[in-house]
């Protein structure tokens, strides 16, 4: 198991951009794909973005695709989520998660952040 923070949310005007970062404890980080999810009041958790534990590949919800980008950084830990042109219906918690294998699913991931807040005002 590894523990991830989440931090970087807040709140930004539509158009802005926001930058997420979660950070993993442990020595094995590297050995752990990464993902992205949210979930918005009353709506089921959804999948942003993923990535595999190289950062060779990675996947994007269609919703996001082209707005948001997942990077990672395996020497520090942290994973990342930049986020641009920040729409309104982007408000959401987003979480980090992890597994051990490259998935988009949710219940591919085994480890859980408690999330930070994104708020998107109009």
């Known amino acids: 198991q590894v523990q991830l923070v989440e931090s970087g949310g807040g709140l930004v005007q539509a158009g802005g951009s926001l930058r997420l970062s979660c950070a993993a404890s442990g020595r094995t980080f590297s050995s752990y794909a990464m993902g992205w999810f949210r979930q918005a009041p009353g709506k089921e958790r959804e999948f942003v973005a993923a990535i595999s534990w190289s950062g060779g590949s990675t996947y994007y919800a269609d919703s996001v695709k082209g707005r948001f980008t997942i990077s990672r950084d395996n020497a520090k830990n942290t994973v990342y989520l930049q986020m641009n042109s920040l729409k309104p219906e982007d408000t959401a918690v987003y979480y980090c998660?992890?597994?051990?294998?490259?998935?988009?699913?949710?219940?591919?991931?085994?480890?859980w952040g408690q999330g930070t807040q994104v708020t998107v005002s109009s």
């Open positions: 998660a992890a597994s051990l294998l490259i998935a988009t699913t949710i219940v591919d991931f085994g480890s």
